[in-house]
């Protein structure tokens, strides 16, 4: 069952829904899984459950604000440029602060998807004594043809079927999430959007996960990573689109299970 807190950001206070998993694993790693441009607690389904449990590990679920049961975006808020930095640098350690969680002392491993993805290059590459490990599912260095044809085909899809409904399970304000993500991703200066070198600081362990039927995304995403970070790992999955939790779900629990205890003292790859 989802909770919440609250943080100061933006100049105004933001409620954030979030899910603790096997809380009672005090001595475990802690997993925190950030979520895709459409996500939330409730959309990752229990994926994070097998995980953590498969692991043996800790888990923390959260919806970013305009998403899910958080504070939802204005209807006049545009995102800006810099929206996934601001997820990452601002609102991200504002809820670990919140949550009493000391990243430094803990060291939680991250384990984001898509935008959620993204978000986690750019923490582990901004705050490198405050992370254990990164899992990155289809995450975005840069921004290709194919990912904005894509969201243009969601926009086609939001207006014209019942997908704003099918939203509405998983969001209090469906508008909120698809047109805070769906804008800023169409907007013509996004396009220039990269974080191609900020990511080459990252010196965690890192795991990039990206299925060969992406159609989000090429596989230049976590290739481009793996240049830039040569010590990431790289799991290119078949049959797979864009999210390798919900294709390819045994095979990443499998994966990201040995990659955590491999890069956690004292456990046994």
């Known amino acids: 069952m989802s909770d919440f807190a609250h943080?100061?950001?933006?100049?105004?206070?933001?409620?954030?829904?979030?899910?603790?998993?096997?809380?009672?694993?005090?001595?475990?790693?802690?997993?925190?899984?950030?979520?895709?441009?459409?996500?939330?607690?409730?959309?990752?389904?229990?994926?994070?459950?097998?995980?953590?449990?498969?692991?043996?590990?800790?888990?923390?679920?959260?919806?970013?604000?305009?998403?899910?049961?958080?504070?939802?975006?204005?209807?006049?808020e545009a995102w800006d440029l810099d929206f996934m930095h601001r997820q990452?640098?601002?609102?991200?350690?504002?809820?670990?602060?919140?949550?009493?969680?000391?990243?430094?002392?803990?060291?939680?491993?991250?384990?984001?998807h898509s935008d959620g993805g993204s978000i986690t290059l750019l923490y582990a590459a901004k705050f490198p004594q405050a992370i254990a490990g990164a899992i990155v599912l289809a995450p975005h260095i840069l921004v290709e043809d194919l990912s904005v044809a894509s969201i243009a085909?969601?926009?086609?899809?939001?207006?014209?079927?019942?997908?704003?409904?099918?939203?509405?399970?998983h969001h209090d304000d469906p508008d909120s999430a698809f047109w805070g993500w769906n804008r800023i991703w169409l907007h013509p200066p996004f396009k220039q959007w990269s974080i191609e070198e900020e990511i080459r600081a990252i010196g965690c362990p890192m795991l990039a996960v990206q299925g060969l039927d992406d159609e989000y995304g090429t596989l230049e995403q976590i290739r481009g990573i793996a240049r830039r970070v040569p010590h990431t790992e790289l799991l290119e999955l078949?049959?797979?689109?864009?999210?390798?939790?919900?294709?390819?779900?045994?095979?990443?629990?499998?994966?990201?299970?040995?990659?955590?205890?491999?890069?956690?003292?004292?456990d046994t790859p």
Request: aromatic share 8%.
């Open 153 to 169: 085909k969601a926009k086609t899809a939001y207006e014209t079927t019942d997908l704003k409904q099918r939203l509405a399970k």
């Open 88 to 112: 990452a640098h601002e609102v991200l350690p504002a809820l670990l602060d919140a949550l009493d969680i000391d990243a430094t002392r803990d060291k939680p491993w991250m384990f984001g």
């Open 7 to 76: 943080v100061e950001w933006q100049g105004k206070r933001v409620r954030i829904e979030h899910a603790f998993i096997a809380p009672e694993r005090r001595d475990r790693p802690l997993v925190v899984f950030l979520h895709e441009g459409l996500g939330s607690v409730s959309m990752w389904r229990d994926f994070p459950q097998r995980l953590c449990d498969a692991a043996g590990v800790r888990g923390l679920v959260y919806s970013r604000p305009g998403y899910g049961r958080s504070t939802p975006r204005a209807a006049e």
């Open 238 to 266: 078949p049959a797979c689109g864009h999210s390798p939790h919900r294709d390819q779900p045994d095979a990443l629990i499998a994966a990201a299970t040995r990659f955590i205890r491999s890069n956690n003292p004292g």
